[in-house]
């Protein structure tokens, strides 16, 4: 049984006030004496209410709809008409059909992952049935694009990265989300493809004397917190995968690389950019890129057990990383393209991840949900705000190079067709829905608040008990 507050003051004038003519009310001065102000509406920028399950779900819907639309996997001839028979050799100049994102580049990884997490979470099998059909099409499809490179010397844009991948941007995330398919689901036969990833994720990367994972570009040695989601993560997986725990052993120990040359200790986040030797190391905050990082720490806290010797460190970061994020949180609920600098525009992709990594840190027990749970909610109603009824997302910042002044980043383009922010988006949702299901938020004098217990409360909250339940009293 729940229990109400009775709040005798504001509940009597309240009554007065609403029994008053409509000639009385409009003459007569609203202050403290005649309505209890503390109950005026604050005009909020963006949605502010108690979260309905329903309504993420069509959000992610809404979402899905649009990128399921937009990325058929079938392959056309070179005037763009469907090739149906795909058991014969492909005619010269087949392509695979040119979505309006591409289903091989990392950002489509980053989908894959996210809709497989969004179908554990919601109990829906289209999300995974999506990703089981687009990267089952590219492995059967891989062979027939190789012998057509091999006979007529000439790559298709998107099948090169599937076939001859050359990089950690197209090997790492598309690694992980086929690994994390094939042990979805043990009847494909996706290894191939696996494999060939893999080698490249192993190979490709340079890297510094402590393992620490940096490029060539744009000056010798430099080092990009992006490399830390392109690479970790999927050592990560690949351990569970080959179930070979020194994988994960080597993936915090560049980790904890990555922490020495890019964690801002006095300043709770990370740069963007390091260059070995340059002194002082330039620190831009670079909101995605920070993304990248949460969301790497996440991951890979998911696979390391307790008693992991690194496990501790990296939930450390991942917390004192949280902790500035809310204290930067715009009040419209978004993250600026720089942290730090409030005269930098609101990005939207970056808004997304930090959303998920919040509310899945909750989820887990790494965050306490009275102190974050308000600050994921406000990320995820701001997001919502950029989402178009077509399912569009807007203000999604680019790619974005590694910069050494804060015109470069302030400028940088957005796009609803920058693919970056449609996973994290659908990620946000997913464990947002998760969220308000395993915590109890309240909307108490117009302020969004979780508890830990439910408070069994069906008015606004003016005290609770030693059992943390609402209790009757006098106001």
Not at 58 to 82: C, H, M, Q, W
Not at 139 to 150: G, H, I, N, R, T
Request: aromatic share 10%; net charge negative; glycine share 6%.
């Amino acid at each position: 049984m729940k229990i109400s507050v009775i709040a005798t003051s504001v509940l009597a004038s309240v009554a007065l006030f609403s029994c008053s003519t409509p000639e009385k009310q409009a003459k007569e001065e609203i202050n403290d004496s005649t309505s209890p102000l503390h109950l005026l509406q604050p005009d909020y920028s963006m949605p502010y209410a108690k979260l309905e399950s329903d309504s993420i779900r069509a959000t992610i819907d809404r979402i899905f709809n649009y990128i399921s639309s937009v990325t058929p996997a079938k392959v056309v001839d070179s005037l763009g008409n469907e090739i149906t028979d795909l058991s014969s050799p492909l005619p010269e100049g087949a392509k695979l059909n040119q979505g309006t994102y591409r289903l091989t580049s990392y950002e489509w990884g980053v989908m894959y992952d996210a809709l497989l997490e969004a179908s554990q979470l919601l109990g829906d099998s289209k999300y995974q049935d999506y990703v089981t059909d687009r990267i089952s099409f590219l492995s059967k499809m891989a062979p027939a694009f190789s012998e057509l490179a091999e006979r007529t010397g000439k790559h298709d844009g998107q099948m090169r990265q599937v076939i001859n991948p050359r990089n950690l941007d197209d090997a790492g995330s598309m690694c992980g989300a086929f690994m994390r398919t094939q042990m979805a689901d043990p009847t494909l036969k996706l290894q191939p493809e696996i494999e060939r990833y893999w080698q490249v994720c192993e190979t490709a990367p340079i890297h510094l004397a402590d393992g620490t994972i940096a490029r060539n570009r744009p000056y010798l040695n430099s080092v990009w917190l992006d490399d830390m989601f392109m690479g970790l993560p999927t050592m990560a997986v690949r351990s569970a995968y080959e179930k070979n725990p020194k994988l994960l052993d080597d993936a915090a120990s560049i980790a904890e690389g990555f922490f020495k040359r890019m964690w801002v200790p006095e300043k709770g986040f990370f740069r963007h950019g390091y260059v070995e030797g340059v002194t002082p190391q330039p620190t831009f905050p670079w909101a995605r890129a920070n993304g990248w990082a949460i969301l790497t720490m996440s991951q890979l806290l998911d696979f390391m057990p307790e008693n992991h010797p690194k496990r501790q460190l990296i939930l450390d970061t991942f917390r004192a990383h949280a902790k500035t994020l809310a204290e930067l949180q715009s009040k419209n609920g978004f993250w600026h393209q720089l942290l730090d600098r409030n005269d930098t525009f609101e990005e939207t992709s970056a808004t997304a991840i930090f959303t998920y990594c919040l509310a899945h840190g909750i989820n887990q027990g790494w965050l306490d949900a009275r102190a974050f749970g308000p600050t994921a909610q406000l990320g995820w109603e701001a997001l919502t705000t950029k989402i178009t009824p077509e399912g569009e997302i807007e203000d999604i910042v680019v790619g974005t190079g590694m910069g050494f002044d804060p015109a470069y980043y302030s400028f940088r383009p957005v796009s609803t067709k920058a693919a970056h922010g449609y996973g994290p988006a659908i990620w946000a949702g997913a464990e947002m829905a998760k969220l308000i299901e395993s915590s109890h938020p309240y909307q108490n004098d117009s302020a969004i608040l979780y508890y830990n217990v439910d408070p069994e409360a069906e008015t606004p909250i003016f005290s609770l008990d030693e059992n943390q339940k609402a209790q009757n009293v006098l106001h």
